[in-house]
């Protein structure tokens, strides 16, 4: 099932299939696959007997499912938060930015429609391509209404850098939303890169390359950059339409070099720079015999930024055409209207060379079209670095489209290559395109959605994967013990600790623990202090361990017992003093005191400044601390100075030896669980949560993929003994 925010057709008097980027990049795979299509129709329909005639013609016709949208929603939602308010900062442009709450909540409650109307008609399980910035709030709606439905998102815009997304008054919903999905998609390295750096500093999450690990489930990202439908412009060369075209403009631009320029009209598109660059070039060349084609698709004209480009646009083509033109020349012709896709083809052709230029440009498929109807491979295309096909097609002249006097060089460079040259670079960047068209972009990523379902939505891919199997033998084996740590083990670390406090989830898990507590001893172990533990976790009959290991508190006791009264903490407050130096030259990190450790946070610090921070601080502790009896640990954002005589690894096997129990599994995710894992025996199963070397002989990938493999065969054991 696809959803976009409009149908790929134009309803008036009757219904016809419509053109646009997404339509060209979609058209080559929905002809090869049974498909539905969601999303609104492009207009509004008050007629309650014309939007049934309408809806069953696109469901019967075209296998669509339009949503009716009052003009109000159009404007608030489309026209408002989606083009006023994001496609500027996705753009890096915030200056054009604009934010009104009222448009918020229609983006919201329209991105509901939408949820509602995928509801109604997905099937049990069924692939969902949501498409683009309009519906970014959508994956996470369907995840909490459909949960077997298998969500794919591709963001056809740019994703900026972090300091540009932070911008937005709805950052967190917004990335919230977009990681409900099972996969999401960008055009470039640099977009996933920016994208996982901005989820890092707003949402606190880390990432690896391909992965995301939400607290419910693990978020695929990948690279897909798309494509255009190679074999249609192919066709449409061989078409007598085509010909009547190219023989047209061939006769008209005969003494000629013709210059192309195909945009949406926008101010990302960079055409005011490109014209400064002509209008450079015209002077220093002096030639007379170039005429620029610049086709201009009107787009947003209910935007009033789009209304003042339109008109800065027309005034410096009449100013350049004012100076440049003669009696028989005019070197400008602006054209502010679609053209026949024949007609497209033909100037593609024609054009000598194809200026791309724009400041930023999600892909810009105008540089693919141009390359593949290069056939005879005489054309040079001046491409900007900022556009996401710079990444493909590397053999173009590159450009910075903030940079007119290199722009105006590059023009000369291309209109004066030799014919070698010219075949030279064009020859594969039009393979390229032929090879990996817009049918093989989709089916890439479908595959990969389809890849992600099969591995298990939230599964971990370790190598030394721990299984159900393995857990369910474990946990019915005789007197079994489970030693848990619990942030970044039970629940994903948080940006603050506070907000780690157990939701439905895990309460519902520790349920779990309570019916199967008769038979299986339950040891939820934590870096955090006895009061915070007692607060969140007494009363579900698990055995409570506080501060790494010093202090214990049995479920049927009514206080605490430190483990080991005869530590020696005679370097706390000197370590201490080191720490909170640390902590003043380090913005938003914090020093922890406990009873026999001290932690220095640095979760809310710059996540590159705090790590380096962090190596200087271990390096600078390990060198003055050598003889004292500490240890030292760099784990999850924290660096942790504790007693060498009270650390986990020493709980759990002073506790495995005094309760003597034949097996235990014991789960963490960071230096301070080593120690558990180093000390344990062959037959117990010690699992590490996440990515990083380990002492751990099993490993799962995710906060969440554990508690799953917990819950489900607990529930299991639960069910094969009446409950206590």
């Known amino acids: 099932m696809l959803v976009s925010n409009r149908l790929p057709v134009t309803v008036g008097e009757t219904i016809a299939p419509s053109s646009g980027g997404l339509v060209s990049a979609l058209e080559g795979y929905i002809q090869s696959r049974d498909f539905q299509w969601i999303g609104w129709i492009g207009g509004a329909i008050d007629d309650p007997v014309r939007r049934r005639r309408v809806q069953e013609e696109l469901e019967q016709r075209y296998h669509y499912h339009p949503l009716f949208l009052t003009p109000e929603q159009v404007a608030e939602f489309y ?38 109307e995928i509801d109604a008609q997905a099937a049990p399980g069924q692939l969902v391509w949501i498409q683009d910035y309009h519906l970014m709030l959508l994956p996470e709606m369907l995840r909490n209404r459909r949960p077997d439905l298998r969500v794919g998102f591709f963001l056809h815009t740019p994703f900026p850098s972090y300091e540009v997304f932070r911008c937005h008054p709805n950052r967190e919903d917004l990335l919230n939303g977009l990681l409900g999905a099972d996969l999401v998609g960008f055009h470039t390295s640099g977009y996933l890169r920016h994208f996982r750096s901005t989820v890092l500093r707003i949402l606190g999450l880390e990432s690896r390359m391909s992965t995301i690990a939400t607290e419910t489930h693990d978020v695929s990202i990948d690279v897909f950059p798309i494509s255009i439908p190679a074999e249609k412009f192919a066709a449409e060369m061989t078409s007598p339409a085509f010909e009547t075209h190219l023989d047209k403009y061939r006769r008209i631009y005969a003494d000629k070099k013709v210059v192309l320029g195909v945009e949406r009209l926008d101010y990302s598109k960079g055409v005011l720079r490109r014209l400064d660059a002509i209008e450079t070039y015209l002077k220093r060349s002096g030639r007379r015999d170039i005429v620029f084609i610049f086709i201009n698709v009107p787009s947003r004209e209910n935007v009033s930024a789009y209304r003042r480009l339109r008109h800065d646009i027309e005034v410096k083509v009449g100013h350049i055409n004012g100076r440049f033109s003669t009696i028989t020349d005019v070197p400008i012709h602006f054209i502010h209207q679609s053209v026949a896709f024949s007609e497209l083809c033909a100037l593609y052709k024609l054009a000598d060379v194809a200026m791309v230029t724009p400041e930023i440009d999600g892909m810009n498929i105008v540089a693919k079209e141009y390359v593949v109807c290069q056939d005879d491979g005489d054309g040079a295309l001046i491409l900007s670095e900022f556009a996401g096909a710079a990444q493909e097609l590397h053999q173009a002249y590159l450009i910075n489209p903030y940079d007119v006097d290199g722009m105006a060089q590059a023009l000369d460079a291309a209109l004066n290559a030799s014919l070698e040259t010219r075949r030279k670079r064009m020859a594969p960047m039009r393979e390229r395109v032929r090879r990996y068209h817009a049918r093989r972009w989709g089916e890439t990523f479908v595959r990969s959605l389809e890849a992600h379902s099969r591995e298990g939505r939230g599964g971990d891919a370790h190598p030394r994967r721990l299984t159900g199997e393995m857990m369910s033998d474990f946990l019915r084996s005789s007197r079994a013990a489970l030693f848990l740590d619990y942030d970044g083990t039970l629940s994903p670390l948080r ?209 969440h993929g554990l508690c799953n493999l917990l819950r489900d065969t607990l529930e299991t054991v639960a069910g094969e003994q009446p409950a206590t």
């Not at 976790?537 to 055995?543: N, V």
């Not at 506080?546 to 214990?552: H, I, S």
């Not at 080991?564 to 922890?592: C, F, H, K, R």
């Not at 759990?652 to 034949?662: D, E, G, S, V």
Request: glycine letters at 8%; a negative charge.
């Open 495 to 703: 940006r603050h600790p506070a907000d780690a406090a157990p939701g439905d989830v895990l309460h519902r898990l520790f349920r779990l623990f309570a019916r199967v507590g008769h038979r299986i001893d339950i040891y939820l172990m934590s870096g955090r202090g006895c009061a915070q533990m007692e607060r969140w976790f007494h009363g579900y009959g698990m055995h409570l361990v506080a501060e790494n290991g010093l202090f214990y508190r049995h479920p049927e006791a009514d206080t605490w017992a430190r483990f080991d009264n005869n530590a020696d903490l005679g370097w706390i407050q000197e370590v201490a003093d080191t720490l909170q130096q640390y902590s003043d030259m380090t913005p938003g990190s914090e020093v922890e005191v406990k009873t026999a450790s001290l932690v220095w946070h640095y979760r809310n610090s710059e996540p590159e400044f705090g790590r380096w921070k962090a190596h200087q601080m271990v390096d600078e502790l390990r060198e003055w601390l050598a003889n004292f009896p500490v240890t030292i640990h760099h784990g999850q954002k924290i660096v942790e100075v504790g007693s060498m005589l009270l650390n986990k690894g020493v709980f759990f096997q002073h506790l495995k030896a005094l309760n003597r129990y034949p097996r235990a599994l014991c789960a963490g995710d960071d230096e301070t669980d080593e120690s558990m894992f180093r000390v344990a025996e062959d037959a117990d199963l010690t699992v590490k949560v996440g990515e990083g070397e380990t002492a751990a002989r099993y490993a799962v990938s995710s906060c």
């Open 79 to 116: 026209t408002g938060f989606s083009n006023s308010s994001l496609w500027p900062l996705l753009h890096y442009q915030p200056g054009y930015a604009r934010y009104d709450r009222k448009w918020y909540a229609t983006y919201r409650h329209v991105n509901g429609l939408f949820a509602e």
